[in-house]
Structure formats: structure tokens, C-alpha cells
């Protein structure tokens, strides 16, 4: 049974940068044709999709957020990496990690609140 797991501070200041690891059991981040990705929902908002990062290594991020985020992995460690820069409080959100197999996304994990605010 896969599992993933978000990890990471809950709150963050303005002008800092979110970093959330998700931590994936069961199952290899690097199986082919599996993309690994962030979503995130604010409050009283809908979900939104931030980028993914491939079996292979190759990124895609949102075009609202490319300037601002990095999506890394440690194959060693079976994890993915999100670093948000600069946030300011319209990035608090729930955030989740979730794999896609561009069909759907069909494990996610729990979610993490992260909260920006000074």
C-alpha cells in the first residue's frame, strides 16, 4: 500500500521560504511513468496545483507559481522536496503531496496546514 507523508514547519514568516518534504512508503518514487506532485488549498478556496516532479527528474510547476517554487527529490530517501519562496500570506494553505499517473491522482497524502504570518 503506498503512503505519502507531508512534512515540514507549520508556520513560516513573510518574505521566508516554505520547504515540505513529502516522504513516500510502498512504492518508488522513481517507477516509471509516475509523477510525484504538490497541491495546495487555501482557506475557503478550491485545490490548486502546484508542480510535479517525474520518475525521471523532470520538473513542471504552475505558471502563476514557477518564479517563486522549487521541487527537488532524494531517491536515497524516497522523498520530494517543495520550496516556496518569498510567501506572503495568501500562500497559507493546507498542502498536500499526491502521486499522479496523469491518468488521476490516486494517493494522496494527509495534508499540512502551513500558516504565514509574522
Known amino acids: 500500500q503506498l503512503q505519502l507523508q507531508e512534512s515540514g514547519p507549520g508556520l513560516v514568516k513573510p518574505s521566508q521560504t516554505l520547504s515540505l518534504t513529502c516522504t513516500v512508503s510502498g512504492g518508488s518514487i522513481t517507477t516509471n511513468y509516475h509523477y510525484w506532485t504538490w497541491i495546495r488549498q487555501p482557506p475557503g478556496k478550491g485545490l490548486e496545483w502546484m508542480g510535479a516532479?517525474?520518475?525521471?527528474?523532470?520538473?513542471y510547476y504552475s505558471p502563476s507559481l514557477k518564479s517563486r517554487t522549487s521541487i527537488s527529490r532524494d531517491t536515497s530517501k524516497n522523498q520530494f522536496t517543495l520550496q516556496l519562496y518569498s510567501v506572503t500570506p495568501e500562500d497559507t494553505a493546507v498542502y498536500y503531496c499526491?502521486?499522479?499517473?496523469?491518468?488521476?491522482?490516486?494517493?494522496w497524502g494527509q495534508g499540512t496546514q502551513v500558516t504565514v504570518s509574522s
Open positions: 516532479i517525474s520518475y525521471a527528474g523532470g520538473t
Open positions: 499526491a502521486r499522479d499517473l496523469v491518468t488521476g491522482m490516486d494517493y
